[in-house]
């Protein structure tokens, strides 16, 4: 674990704890780091989960399949962040989402019945930890709403447009990147991939916006209003 001490220090669930501190907290909460290749699925759907997940390398996708087999993307985990965690401390029997990697992976997982129990020694970190716990999914919701909001618009013009605001918002910056490729990107959104490229490019037509492959820039201009 030592490769990954510099990750691990910005992992948002150990802030607050010095970085001599989280070697030892780590084997207090049994952590066990496991390798993955692309495309593996770490969670199935449908499974009991009692542990919760830390992306070391790579990325994690988390999605839902409806009965037909259409998939939503709900969300992309990068670096440093966490996944399963609300399943995980919520006992959760019947998991309704999935998690697999994007790419080669290696991530960390904790059980999170050793969080929140604070073990035999007694240590400090556990009420730090559980405090970073709830700032974690709180934090979450507020992001899952601010996705409701976007998929909640009526027409695939809106939805991309809400999208990409918000994107550029985050940034700061008119100019950005997104992370999701075409099919990602209409799977998160809820939209046909034919539907949502050729909504793309009528605003570049009209001048709202510029793109290539997953780059995009906003431009100053009247949106019309879809039909």
Request: aromatic content about 8%.
């Amino acid at each position: 674990m030592k490769n990954y001490l510099d990750v691990l220090k910005t992992v948002p669930l150990f802030k607050g704890i010095e970085e001599e501190n989280i070697q030892p907290l780590l084997s207090c909460l049994s952590a066990q780091p496991i390798h993955f290749e692309k495309e593996q699925t770490v969670f199935s759907g449908g499974e009991n989960i009692k542990r919760f997940g830390i992306v070391l390398s790579g990325q994690v996708q988390v999605v839902q399949d409806d009965y037909y087999g259409n998939r939503n993307i709900l969300g992309q985990i990068d670096i440093g962040n966490l996944f399963g965690e609300s399943f995980a401390c919520a006992e959760t029997k019947t998991l309704p989402i999935r998690v697999i990697t994007t790419t080669t992976s290696d991530l960390l997982f904790i059980d999170c019945h050793r969080l929140a129990v604070p073990c035999t020694r007694a240590c400090s970190f556990h009420s730090k930890l559980i405090q970073n716990m709830l700032r974690i999914i709180s934090m979450k919701n507020i992001s899952l709403t601010k996705k409701i909001e976007v998929i909640s618009k009526r027409t695939t013009r809106e939805k991309l447009l809400a999208f990409l605001s918000t994107e550029a918002k985050r940034v700061g910056c008119s100019r950005f990147c997104i992370s999701f490729n075409r099919q990602e990107l209409a799977d998160y959104l809820s939209v046909e991939r034919s539907a949502m490229s050729a909504e793309l490019s009528r605003l570049r037509d009209e001048g709202v916006l510029k793109f290539h492959k997953n780059q995009f820039e906003l431009l100053q201009g009247t949106v019309r209003p879809s039909v």
